[in-house]
């Protein structure tokens, strides 16, 4: 069992930045890093950012490449979402889950209340 929550979120302009926070509480994780998600209204929930097990491996969607930054602190408590450059489609509300290959496990319900962010132009 995993237990997710997710900060940080907030209303900022165009340009700027914002720091998400992701609170890991699970036993293990087992072979899966930990990813971010985002879901704008109206569309599908769809993939952000990601790091492996080891934590030296990041993955990122090409709509924020060179724009995002994904970490996690040593013992996996918490992983953070560094959003520079920020641009109106980046709102939407933002997910951290266990994540493999870009993709949580299968049967993923786990999902915290997500953190909002809304950029403004």
């Known amino acids: 069992q995993v237990q997710l929550q997710e900060s940080g979120g907030g209303l900022v302009q165009a340009g700027g930045s914002l720091r998400l926070s992701c609170a890991v509480s699970a036993r293990s994780l087992g072979n899966y890093g930990m990813g971010w998600f985002r879901q704008a209204p109206g569309k599908e929930r769809e993939f952000v950012a990601a790091?492996?097990?080891?934590?030296?491996?990041?993955a990122y969607s090409d709509s924020v490449k060179g724009r995002f930054t994904m970490s996690r602190d040593i013992r996996w408590n918490t992983v953070y979402l560094q959003m520079n450059n920020l641009k109106p489609e980046d709102t939407a509300v933002y997910y951290c889950?266990?994540?493999?290959?870009?993709?949580?496990?299968?049967?993923?319900?786990?999902w915290g209340q997500g953190t909002q962010v809304t950029v403004s132009s």
């Open positions: 889950a266990p994540t493999r290959n870009r993709a949580v496990p299968t049967g993923f319900s786990s």
């Open positions: 790091i492996d097990l080891s934590g030296r491996n990041t």
